[in-house]
């Protein structure tokens, strides 16, 4: 009984002294500059919804075919993790997409996260 009141004190201190900071931000930056390679999302800025459906499908297939890749799966860049995030985003963006609405969030993850996984493979 003494060692699990110890242990729970323990664990609140713990918790109490690192909550000030970013806990999963092991950087200690944001998560915005996860994005720097893109800029502007040039998904977000085309006009025709058609264009703008064959380009997500286009970078969502691309994804899906590195994610499912063995070179990629296992090499130590993270490449997969880049591609795993891309097929997701853009699933979801051209999800949206099917029902005649743009969510610019995931068209914006979708190409940043698809020209990450294509910086970490060159």
């Not at 110890?6 to 690192?18: D, E, H, I, K, M």
Request: one cysteine or more; glycine letters at 6%; aromatic letters at 10%.
């Amino acid at each position: 009984m003494r060692i699990s009141s110890r242990l729970l004190v323990s664990t609140a201190t713990l918790f109490l002294a690192g909550s000030s900071g970013y806990a999963a931000d092991i950087i200690g930056g944001s998560t915005a500059d996860y994005c720097r390679t893109v800029g502007t999302s040039n998904l977000v800025l085309t006009e025709n919804t058609v264009d703008l459906t064959t380009q997500v499908v286009k970078l969502m297939d691309e994804s899906s075919a590195v994610a499912s890749s063995p070179e990629w799966i296992n090499s130590s860049r993270p490449v997969f993790v880049w591609a795993s995030e891309a097929k997701v985003a853009c699933g979801k963006a051209y999800g949206y997409l099917k029902t005649n609405y743009r969510d610019e969030d995931y068209l914006n993850k979708c190409e940043c996260f698809h020209d990450r996984m294509v910086e970490y493979m060159n």
